[in-house]
């Protein structure tokens, strides 16, 4: 009885087991605040991805719950989120169309993939295998599907019919379309706009002047964008212009989903193994940032693998309610954690509102402006753009800005999928193309020490005929012949003629068969010149590789545990600080 | 007049303005020597390309004349080679019909593309280019070609009709079809088979014991395969097997190949495209490394561009003669070394007498039985089956093994291009994956001296409350994580517990954007935990980038420049040769 009892504790969550009352008011806070905020932007994703408000909305319920049962954040405020709303849009577009039950069917079995996917790399421990993707490639990604999503929006807040496909086509469309522009849907859409940015300064300021406290004032401008959605749909509600063509939300369908397995026809299910893979990983990613951020300010911890199994258990509820895929959104986990969460009870509370909102409040949003909807967006999704990370990538290391400025570019001009592979693809050749350009420094004794540096950078001794090279990366068959040729550009033209050459390898962690076959040819030719070659700084793993091969036997020189033991135990004249 | 002159004198190669007549005799024995291996083998692998045996003869004039104008081989023999007629033969088939005038066609057309990429490649100095595939790769190409080969070549031996196609399936193919096997032609081509064998250690002893010199017995054991043709055309011409249904090559066109520009169509052109790519890339491998590890036997000098601008006017020469790719082969250009070449003159001359081959001699060939070509090609390939070369990468390094074995694996289940990205993608995929595991030792003083090394390998001295770790990799979007959390490990549970860390950074020659992140996090962490974070000979291009990051700024340890200088100067009580 005890030993049941002590199996159903353990599946207890590890926060709720260590509840205590202090954490009540922050959590019941941040769950309202994050509600507040969650409910257009649900409903708005869910419009970004091509699927009824509503839908956004369930999947705001169940997903909350399950992730509060496996993640290991505290903070984490799980649900749509944009750039997954984009990329669940640009995946169901090829399997159907828009607003069909079809296409709202694949959006939950899209979810239902994506969290088994997850919930299985969480099982097998695979949380590193997302560090394949760079952070300038996430970056740029995030940034290239941030301007996607704005031109997307533009048709929306201008009232514009725009067929959905890449975002310079989009732009031409909207070109075009310029006259037919909606006044009213365009002027209430640029107020909204408008709003949403004074809101950020200028909300908590007045508040505050109004005599709230700083924290609180802050807060509740939070619900600024539930202020705007609630005045908007009253707006209309009032002038009727949605029966004068002005997109709404229209009649939300009343109750809690339904639970039920989404359809998994086996042509379906294939159709979406892809993108419900690129979901997954990039949603993991976006989620797992911030949850980290977020733990390191907080000293808390978070462990990967168990943010798998709650996102993957959070997708999973969704599937099994008709809804599309979550994951941790950015902003609203900064106010979750702003609000005061102090575990994942806010997220349950969250679910709790919407769950109230959709049994007996849905009947508010009919004559929701979709105009609004849009302009919540852009103004959610434009600090994703980021063009000062760019800069400061460039002024560190241009390849990491090249690699983002490809992703965003990729994501911008050929869609979601080939941006991604086009940035994979790019910074792992740079990788290769890295490992194939070796810096090779001639370097010299720092007087008075045992340390060998650049003879380029530092005042050092050298030594006549002895020519002490360090290779500074593992030799292998993309570097192996440009390291030979190399080496033998050093040896020419020396005078007096060199007659010891160190290869120093302290950076060499590995020298494959082809790079081994050089070495040896390099070797021979050497002999023939009358030099010997000399290796100094062996690892010890490299070393055991080395130890019976052909070209140890062959080697006409030594092998020095140092480069000291090099200069000191080989002949030559010594050069003082060359 | 003499600048005319000056240009004209130019344009003759090296080889040409600096011959002399010592060198005629060698030039004259090898290329008569290496005429008459080449009439069968050409002849053998137009067969296995599918073309009609005189294709393979036509690839013997021009293209050996077209290469001693560029080329910067003494002794490299051109011409048709098994790999490439295999090759050859799978690009074609997608084409047309196995000896239609389309398929020979478009050989010429196919020679033609890849003499221009070869020449092009040659002119903008591409040949470094090459290195992106590995030996393994090359080596288990070769391997899986062969066994490819030799699969092919059992239809021919025992004479069976045997669909072209994947290795196994003609295996198959031909254990169904074992019971119509043709006696006489098996029985003639497994003689041919056996005396071919034989005669490589056989023949040169029994000439030798006639009376003959060792080396000219060996040179003329070369002959056998000629000498077996001969007998085998003069044996089926006597008895009039081949009107009783044995395979024979038939009647020759007599003369040369007239030149003629090959068809140039557009969609033959592009489908053209990727096998002439192929075909050039290991085309121009398995000639430069002949060329090379023989250049460096007779100290001269093979240079990557000047090869491919021979390779590439020789496939043009070819390709407007109406023949097949060709390039330098590996047993026949030993063959040409061993008989005394010293020049391109040598190739000349073998292309002479093929040229009176083709003028006088055709009608010698019209009862030639198939199989005999066949027993010739299997012969020949044996040897490129590199086992031995497998079980040493097995002993020195399993990840190059396990590329060459996928590489020929990918070339017997899922042919010749297939089997070539198959190798290239694990060969890369090695590469990141070795940079993605980094190996992290801990280091101490070698006593004595101020050189560092791994506390598990040397008897080193530590100190109480520093811990000295070296990073054996780059640090980037791949491992930065991995290292990262291994470091944090080394901390875990070390008493007395540390206060300084130190990163010996002497084999990391670059640091990315996301791994600067990762690294200052842990310097976060570390700081949390009362740890300071220090680093050691940091090499001259990282401390550039390093300049001026916030890591650099919020670093709370210090820049050493040697591993000495950081266990000198901090505190720490010393624990002798642990």
New interface residues.
Partial sequence: MTAAMGKLRAMIPRWARDYHRGKVPGDLTAGLVVAMLLVPQSMAYAALAGLPPHIGLYASVLPLVAYALAGSSAVLAVGPVAVVALMTGSALEQIAEPGSVEYIAAAATLALISGAMLLAAGLVRLG?LA???????ISGFTSGAAVVIIVSQLGPLLGLQVDKGPAAAMLVSIGRGITDVDSRTAAMALSALMLLWLARPTVPALLRRLGLPGHAASLLAKLTPMVIVLAGTALVASTGWHQQGLAVAGELPDGLPAAALPTLEWPLVTALLLPALLISILGFMESVSVASALA?KR?EHVEADAELRGLGLANLGGGITGAMPVTGGFSRTAVNADAGAGSPLAGVITAGIIALVLLFATDLFATLPMAVLAAIIIVAVTPLIDIQGLRR?WS??R??ALAMGATAAGVILLGVEAGIATGVVF??GV??W???H??I?EVGQ?PG???F??IC?HRVNTRDGLLMLRV???L???????VASSIQQSLRGRQPSVSDLVLIM?????I???A??TLE?LQ??LA?NAVRLHLA?V???VMD?LEG?HFLRELDGQVW??S??AFAGLPGHLQPQS
């Fill in positions: 590193a560090n394949f993707l760079s952070h300038p490639v390191r000293r990538l560190y290391d390849a990491d910074s792992l990788v290769v890295r490992a194939s070796p810096h420094a720092v020490t045992e340390h540096r650049n950078r500074d990366e593992n292998f068959f993309g570097n192996a012949e440009a302290s950076s060499v962690s590995h494959d068969a082809t081994l076959e040819a021979r030719t023939d700084e690892k010890g793993p590789r091969t545990l140092s000291q033991a």
